[in-house]
């Protein structure tokens, strides 16, 4: 079983930064794409933004585009979320995923019944 662990969330005022971390560990199992989702309080989850194992295809959500930046270390099985210029719409629970049914190392997907591993989450708050 793989385990997903996040960090890096925080309480930020609008206009700030914060780098989500996720790692990975435990039993070897072939991680492929991976992504970011978050959830805001009584909303459904939403993704975020989705990575290939190769790092050349990425996907967005829209609203984060040009303000958020998603990359992996493979060598050290950390997948990242840099998130620039915070809005407080952006306040979320962020979880990373995993995919673990093979793909190519070009492909990645925005769609979170893809993922069969999830991490525990970590609270952004960001203040107006």
């Known amino acids: 079983q793989v385990q997903l662990v996040e960090s890096g969330g925080g309480l930020v005022q609008a206009g700030d930064s914060l780098r989500l971390a996720c790692a990975a560990s435990?039993?070897?199992?072939?991680?492929?794409?991976m992504a970011w989702f978050r959830q805001a309080p009584g909303k459904e989850r939403e993704f975020v933004a989705a990575?290939?194992?190769?790092?050349?295809?990425?996907y967005y959500l829209d609203s984060v585009k040009g303000r958020f930046t998603i990359s992996r270390d493979n060598a050290k099985n950390t997948l990242y979320l840099q998130m620039n210029s915070l809005k407080p719409e952006d306040t979320a629970v962020y979880y990373c995923?995993?995919?673990?049914?093979?793909?190519?190392?070009?492909?990645?997907?925005?769609?979170?019944?893809?993922?069969?591993?999830w991490g525990q989450g970590t609270q952004v708050t960001v203040s107006s």
């Open positions: 990575i290939s194992w190769s790092g050349l295809r990425i």
């Open positions: 435990g039993r070897s199992i072939g991680i492929y794409a």
């Open positions: 995923a995993a995919r673990h049914q093979p793909f190519m190392a070009t492909q990645t997907t925005p769609n979170a019944a893809d993922y069969g591993s």
